[in-house]
């Protein structure tokens, strides 16, 4: 089946823009994870949905951060009056449940450049 | 804090050598322990995970991991590495497993000479 999708691929924006990033999980997938990724480091933890609500999100580093997902499927991160610091790359995980257990598979990835 | 350190920046190795990749995290209480692995241009994908039992862990291709306790330490290992091995290996923890957010570390890059 297909695996975890991530649009756009790349996104180049001005500083002070605001953007939007999707992530479609694998159906069936109770969990979305997503992580942030800059050069030379490993995944960052953001925030962690199970179904609709936000479990988690002790790792969105400021309020204009903000991710969402109404129906419990795809999920939007949300990057308001972004900054260079942010320029990263965005990963999209998704698993069955929301336990450790449960294989988080990724997706692609959105490379996320703030000139 | 919580941490995840991985000791190489740039491993590399020539094809049939064995490989020995460390990892050591913070103490935390119960730990759940991962290694995922991204080729080039590929997603990162699970490699191998621990969660009880036996210390010694097989994942995928060949690699397996051990980890020891009084360590805090989850090393990567394979007796005999292949071109195809090359790849950025990252480890990974989970921190008390009612949920699964990971703390990753900065991940090693594997480079095998054909």
Same mark, same amino acid.
Request: glycine share 12%.
């Given at each position: 089946?297909?695996?975890?999708?991530?649009?756009?691929?790349?996104?180049?924006?001005?500083?002070?823009?605001?953007?939007?990033?999707?992530?479609?999980?694998?159906?069936?997938?109770?969990?979305?994870?997503?992580?942030?990724?800059?050069?030379?480091?490993?995944?960052?933890?953001?925030?962690?949905?199970?179904?609709?609500?936000?479990?988690?999100?002790?790792? &969105?580093?400021?309020?204009?951060?903000?991710?969402?997902?109404?129906?419990? /499927?795809?999920?939007?991160?949300?990057?308001?009056?972004?900054?260079?610091?942010? /320029?990263?790359?965005?990963?999209?995980?998704? /698993?069955?449940?929301?336990?450790?257990?449960?294989?988080?598979?990724?997706?692609?990835?959105?490379? &996320?450049?703030?000139? | 804090?919580?941490?995840?350190?991985?000791?190489?920046?740039?491993?590399?190795?020539?094809?049939?050598?064995? #490989?020995?990749?460390?990892?050591?995290?913070?103490?935390?209480?119960? $730990?759940?322990?991962?290694?995922? $692995?991204?080729? %080039?241009?590929?997603? #990162?994908? #699970?490699? #191998?995970?621990?969660?009880?039992?036996? %210390?010694l862990v097989?994942?995928?291709?060949?690699?397996?991991?051990?980890?020891?306790?009084?360590?805090?330490?989850?090393?990567?290992?394979? %007796?005999? $590495?292949?071109?195809?091995?090359?790849?950025?290996?990252?480890?990974? $923890?989970?921190?008390?497993g009612s949920?699964?957010?990971?703390?990753?570390?900065?991940?090693?890059?594997?480079?095998?000479k054909p």
């Open positions: 089946g297909a695996g975890v999708s991530q649009t756009p691929s790349n996104k180049v924006t001005e500083k002070g823009k605001y953007v939007e990033l999707r992530c479609d999980p694998i159906s069936g997938h109770t969990a979305l994870y997503w992580y942030r990724q800059s050069l030379g480091q490993g995944p960052e933890f953001l925030i962690y949905f199970q179904g609709t609500g936000a479990a988690d999100d002790s790792g &969105l580093p400021n309020d204009r951060f903000f991710a969402v997902r109404p129906e419990g /499927s795809v999920s939007t991160l949300k990057i308001q009056r972004t900054e260079r610091g942010d /320029s990263a790359v965005y990963l999209c995980a998704s /698993s069955l449940g929301g336990v450790a257990l449960d294989t988080q598979y990724f997706g692609p990835g959105t490379r &996320l450049t703030v000139l | 804090a919580q941490s995840v350190s991985q000791h190489n920046h740039h491993v590399i190795l020539s094809e049939a050598a064995s #490989l020995e990749l460390g990892c050591n995290y913070s103490y935390g209480g119960t $730990v759940n322990l991962f290694w995922y $692995v991204q080729y %080039p241009g590929q997603h #990162l994908q #699970l490699l #191998l995970k621990y969660f009880s039992g036996d %210390p097989k994942g995928i291709k060949g690699f397996e991991a051990e980890f020891i306790k009084s360590k805090f330490s989850f090393n990567l290992r394979k %007796p005999s $590495v292949q071109w195809s091995d090359t790849a950025e290996y990252f480890c990974a $923890v989970n921190y008390g949920q699964g957010n990971l703390i990753f570390g900065k991940g090693t890059k594997l480079s095998v």
